[in-house]
């Protein structure tokens, strides 16, 4: 009903930049909060950013003041642009959105497949 698929990841040196992108496609009637996970190897799957349908952003202490989530709600897109990368960032990012999907009454949580940031040092 409702799929996500990122984009953006890929191989930076420390300090670097990288913007990922989840567009979510599908029958939507309306999204949600969307969020940004990762997971690093031998770690548990952790809540990098949130963002509401009113705008309104958490993030982890470990990115704050680095990272920032944003939405464009026309294109059903989230955005995780993260500045000043550090190695402990690499791992697999993930978005995840809860959306109403059209002609369900409930809503439910999508999961992207998820793209590898890895950062060098």
């Known amino acids: 009903q409702v799929q996500l698929a990122e984009s953006g990841g890929g191989l930076v040196q420390a300090g670097g930049s990288l913007r990922l992108s989840c567009a979510a496609s599908?029958?939507?009637?309306?999204?949600?909060?969307m969020n940004w996970y990762r997971q690093a190897p031998g770690k548990q799957r952790e809540l990098v950013a949130t963002?509401?349908?009113?705008?309104?952003?958490n993030y982890a202490d470990s990115v704050k003041g680095r990272f920032t989530i944003s939405r464009a709600d026309a294109k059903n897109t989230v955005y995780l642009q993260m500045n000043s990368l550090k190695p402990e960032d690499t791992a697999v990012y993930y978005c995840?959105?809860?959306?109403?999907?059209?002609?369900?009454?409930?809503?439910?949580?999508?999961w992207g497949q998820g793209t590898q940031v890895t950062v060098s040092s």
């Open positions: 963002i509401t349908d009113g705008g309104g952003t």
């Open positions: 599908g029958s939507i009637f309306s999204i949600n909060a």
């Open positions: 995840r959105c809860t959306a109403l999907p059209v002609g369900v009454v409930t809503p439910r949580n999508y």
